[in-house]
């Protein structure tokens, strides 16, 4: 099995639009004939070699690809592997380092009955993902952050069985968490692992869409 592939060096953040919008032009692109499978490794290949270059904005794109696959196999790393490809899984030292770049600034939080849409240099973040970099931010001394990670956290119980993203972040905050986190890729093995426990089976989800945005 190919060895996880390093965190690439930063180099700049695209906004959620033109990810979204290069995405679509690619899956537009593939040959309709292709098996869903095989469409699925071929987009997300081209996505994680834009994040392989350092542009981050399309490994937090992949982040997310990466949890609805494991949410549709029923937390099977073993098969998201098999679909995405060896060495592509996007591990726990790739999303902190995604987490730790995500300019929150420009991060799209619409309150509650807010009809507004996204500017295009918006930053849109599944709740689970937005948790995530509450989380690390709040660790390195961010007072605003750790205020919103503690509201955000008070209400998890009453959304953990409607979104079942949730299990990613629990997972995501066992990791981070523990006495000496680790700064090299885990790799799919050690996600599987009983230590950090793997994303707990949610039902199959449909292929994925625009990210459900945050409240």
Same mark, same amino acid.
Request: glycine fraction near 6%; proline fraction near 11%.
């Given at each position: ?10 180099? %700049? ?23 869903? $499978? ?32 494991? #949410?549709?196999? #029923?937390? %099977? ?22 987490? $730790? ?11 509650k009955g807010d009809m507004?849409?996204?500017?295009? =240099? ?17 660790? %390195? ?21 409607? =979104? ?25 093995? %050690? ?25």
């Open positions: 099995m190919a060895e996880p592939a390093p965190v690439p060096r930063f180099r %700049s953040f695209s906004a959620t639009m033109r990810v979204d919008a290069l995405v679509s032009d690619w899956r537009a692109a593939l040959p309709v004939e292709l098996p869903t $499978e095989e469409r699925e490794r071929q987009l997300y290949a081209q996505a994680f070699d834009a994040y392989l270059e350092g542009d981050y904005g399309f490994g937090l794109w992949c982040w997310h690809e990466v949890d609805r696959l494991t #949410n549709a196999f #029923n937390g %099977s790393v073993r098969e998201v592997t098999r679909v995405l490809g060896p060495g592509r899984y996007l591990g726990f030292s790739h999303r902190k380092a995604i987490a $730790e770049q995500v300019p929150i600034e420009k991060v799209y939080r619409p309150r507004s849409t996204p500017r295009t =240099d918006a930053i849109v973040l599944a709740h689970y993902q937005l948790l995530c970099v509450y989380l690390v931010r709040s660790r %390195s001394g961010d007072p605003k952050s750790k205020a919103q990670l503690d509201i955000a956290l008070g209400e998890l119980e009453d959304r953990r069985r409607a =979104d079942p993203f949730l299990r990613h972040f629990e997972t995501f905050r066992r990791l981070l968490e523990r006495p000496t986190a680790p700064e090299a890729a885990p790799g799919p093995a %050690s996600e599987q692992a009983p230590s950090p426990a793997a994303p707990a089976p949610p039902t199959p989800e449909p292929p994925r869409g625009r990210r459900a945005k945050s409240s």
